[in-house]
């Protein structure tokens, strides 16, 4: 599977911004997706998960409330909605195929480019 991040740029600390992940391949809906970023200097953060059906999510606790995570199967995408953002949430995010569903701890299988998010304050 090969997977392309998008939606990522500059705002300012409370506004919003929409991160997509397109996928390829026909078993994206099979998948279990999340996003993680990383921030320069930092190790690897999870962000948010959301099982193959979109019916269960999970989150990091310092998005809990303001990201939502989401999916549309039929167009192989999975989306996150940030709200609130906050200079901390500055980072390259980057969206993965989950493996398993074991959280708070996650690990991904395959993962594509990242999109920069940048929050000014």
């Known amino acids: 599977v090969q997977l392309q991040a998008s939606g990522g740029g500059l705002v300012q600390a409370g506004g919003s911004l929409r991160l997509s992940c397109a996928a390829s391949?026909?078993?994206?809906?099979?998948?279990?997706m999340g996003w993680f970023r990383r921030a320069p200097g930092k190790e690897r953060e999870f962000v948010a998960a959301?099982?193959?059906?979109?019916?269960?999510?999970s989150y990091a606790d310092s998005v809990k409330g303001r990201f939502t995570i989401s999916r549309d199967n039929a167009k192989n995408t999975v989306y996150l909605q940030m709200n609130s953002l906050k200079p901390e949430d500055m980072a390259v995010y980057y969206c993965?195929?989950?493996?398993?569903?074991?959280?708070?701890?996650?690990?991904?299988?395959?993962w594509g480019q990242g999109t920069q998010v940048t929050v000014s304050s």
């Open positions: 993965a195929v989950v493996r398993g569903w074991s959280p708070p701890i996650f690990r991904y299988d395959y």
């Open positions: 391949g026909r078993t994206f809906s099979s998948y279990n």
């Open positions: 959301i099982k193959w059906s979109g019916g269960t999510t």
